[in-house]
């Protein structure tokens, strides 16, 4: 694993409780047009997109059970999970596209709320008793299947990895656009 830089707890911490604020100020302020209406630079609604949001954040938890499973195995175990997501990438995109677009049918952005704090929340605690040297175990992830996943990718970075996320597709929001 070699050396690691120690992490800004309290940081990723305030970035949860920043995305927290955003997600309720931009569903509290959509309105059902808004919702409706296609984001920037995808073919989801705003609404998906709010949900694939959030799904970054319900991600990010299984992601770090799978990160601390496979840094107990050897890394070419690893490796040779990794690529072998890599080879399901297009059944990956597929499903990553049309998620959202049920589960913004029913669930509703009250729900897509109280869940955001529900799992921001569970992730807060969770980083609270991670032992720093745990936050340096991780394994290899598939990097084509995200911008922000690395070929290695620490309990730490998993932390930083759903705000990250959060935040790119929020530049993709056309909540505030006229019609």
């Known amino acids: ?6 992490m800004d707890r309290q940081a990723a911490c305030d970035d949860y409780a920043r995305a927290r604020r955003t997600f309720h100020a931009l569903l509290d302020t959509a309105s059902q047009d808004g919702l409706d209406r296609l984001s920037d630079g995808t073919r989801w609604t705003n609404r998906q997109l709010l949900w694939h949001m959030l799904f970054g954040y319900l991600i990010a938890r299984v992601l770090l059970v799978l990160a601390r499973a496979f840094s107990r195995l050897p890394r070419r ?10 080879a399901g990438t297009k059944p990956f995109d597929l499903v990553n596209y049309l998620g959202p677009c049920g589960a913004a049918r029913v669930v509703s952005p009250r729900r897509m709320a109280a869940l955001f704090d529900r799992v921001t929340g569970a992730l807060e605690r969770r980083l609270a008793a991670e032992a720093e040297a745990d936050l340096a175990r991780g394994m290899h992830y598939p990097v ?3 911008p922000f996943f690395k070929d290695f990718m620490t309990l730490a970075d998993i932390y930083r990895y759903p705000t990250q996320h959060f ?8 909540l505030d656009e006229p019609d």
């Open 167 to 174: 935040d790119f597709h929020h530049r993709q929001l056309t």
């Open 144 to 146: 084509r299947w995200d």
């Open 1 to 6: 694993m070699g050396g690691h830089t120690v």
């Open 77 to 86: 175990l690893g490796r040779g999970f990794a690529r072998l997501l890599v």
